[in-house]
């Protein structure tokens, strides 16, 4: 379980930097074309658009793995250690009902679109919503896995708190 869940982090951390890298490699090229020759790269600025969606949605799934999204913890921190642990599992669960309810809207999203293009680049918007079944799938596994971390060790630290 730990090695598979290695090998999704370390995917999503090249993945993410890869499409970081080539969005800004497409604004900076686009904005030197404009500036010196008066130019630019026509479907440049629409596909950096969609790789920020993409950049987007794949910090959501890091930040869930990290467990660094923010949140209010002051209550739950002056509870029982008891009351704590059963918290965390209702959030985490909820959670995961709220990612699921996310990834069935982004599968209709997606089948809608598949047969639209975008105006300049022609790419399928059926691509650019996939990012919204790549997230909350890889949210919910996320999730998932802390839910699994949670449950072994029957205590609430979080990423955080155990660094």
């Known amino acids: 379980m730990e090695k598979i869940s290695q090998v999704i982090s370390k995917s999503l951390d090249v993945f993410s930097v890869v499409l970081l890298v ?20 026509v479907f440049s600025e629409e596909l950096s658009r969609f790789l920020f969606i993409w950049v987007v949605y794949i910090g959501a799934i890091i930040a869930v793995r990290d467990d660094s999204h923010i949140y209010v913890d002051f209550i739950r921190k002056k509870l029982p250690q008891g009351l704590q642990f059963f918290l965390k599992i209702v959030c985490e669960i909820a959670m995961i009902i709220g990612c699921t309810l996310f990834f069935l809207g982004s599968v209709d999203l997606t089948e809608v679109n598949i047969t639209d293009h975008s105006p ?21 596994i996320m999730l998932l896995i802390r839910l699994y971390r949670v449950l072994r060790k029957k205590e609430v630290t979080s990423h955080k708190e155990a660094e």
């Open 120 to 140: 300049v680049a022609g790419i399928s918007l059926g691509f650019v919503y996939s990012a919204g079944l790549l997230g909350s799938f890889g949210m919910i």
């Open 22 to 41: 080539v969005m800004s490699l497409l604004v900076i090229i686009n904005v030197a074309l404009r500036f010196i020759f008066n130019s630019s790269i």
